[in-house]
């Protein structure tokens, strides 16, 4: 079955520090797809990135990072010089492509406090 | 840009009431889904929808159905609702199962007397 682990639950740093958030997948399937989405404390989920199995060049927007190491079964996501409006809960989530009826799996998110 | 809209962000409803949480998507996304969040436990699915009409169950089912009459609208349903279906209730739509970004509304805080 597929799972996501997000072993970070809560996260504090100060304002500027980087910080990179964990997201470790099982899946038995060759084709799937990786996302991170945003929570912030409005409550809708934002998509952040989509990566699929066979790409795992990392990418880079802005102050958002993503570094996609299939040899661990990793999608970890580093905000560089954090800033108070990076605060949110964070979200990796699973898709496999051959899994129709367990469309997306989640993880439990991590909680990012950004201090100033 | 895509719009999922749900029709309360907040609702206080007795144990026992039949309550009615409604999406509506601008879209033309097949794919309608229906999560919980809870602390601790990320976002698990109720049940999603790939085309008019059509549902599947998802992870945690049990006390709840769903409606779709129309392809742009997806409704969940508590017939007999319970305090521990106490929630965060989240809609989301997509063009296509597996590969395509799930959009979500902002959300219902449900709680349950």
């Known amino acids: 079955a597929q799972k996501v682990t997000q072993a970070q639950t809560e996260i504090s740093v100060v304002e500027k520090e980087d910080v990179t958030l964990d997201c470790v997948y099982e899946t038995r399937d060759t084709t799937y797809y990786l996302f991170w989405y945003k929570q912030p404390p409005s409550g809708e989920l934002v998509f952040l990135i989509r990566?699929?199995?066979?790409?795992?060049q990392n990418e880079i927007s802005g102050r958002y990072s993503w570094n996609f190491q299939k040899s661990t079964s990793s999608f970890n996501f580093t905000i560089t010089a954090s800033q108070v409006v990076d605060s949110a809960v964070y979200f990796c989530?699973?898709?496999?492509?051959?899994?129709?009826?367990?469309?997306?799996?989640f993880g439990p998110g991590t909680r990012l406090s950004v201090l100033p | 840009d895509v719009k999922v809209t749900q029709s309360s962000r907040y609702l206080v409803k007795r144990t026992g009431e039949k309550v009615f949480l409604e999406c509506v998507q601008d879209?033309?996304?097949?794919?309608m889904f229906w999560y919980r969040q809870d602390p601790g436990l990320g976002l698990r699915l109720i049940y999603f929808s790939y085309d008019v009409k059509m549902k599947e169950k998802g992870d945690i089912p049990e006390g709840y159905s769903v409606s779709r009459e129309k392809k742009e609208r997806f409704s969940l349903i508590l017939e007999s609702a319970s305090t521990n279906q106490t929630s965060m209730y989240l809609c989301a739509s997509s063009a296509e199962l597996a590969k395509n970004i799930q959009y979500f509304g902002a959300g219902t805080r449900l709680s349950v007397l």
């Open positions: 990566r699929n199995s066979f790409d795992e």
């Open positions: 989530a699973l898709s496999e492509e051959g899994n129709y009826g367990q469309n997306f799996v």
């Open positions: 879209m033309d996304h097949e794919n």
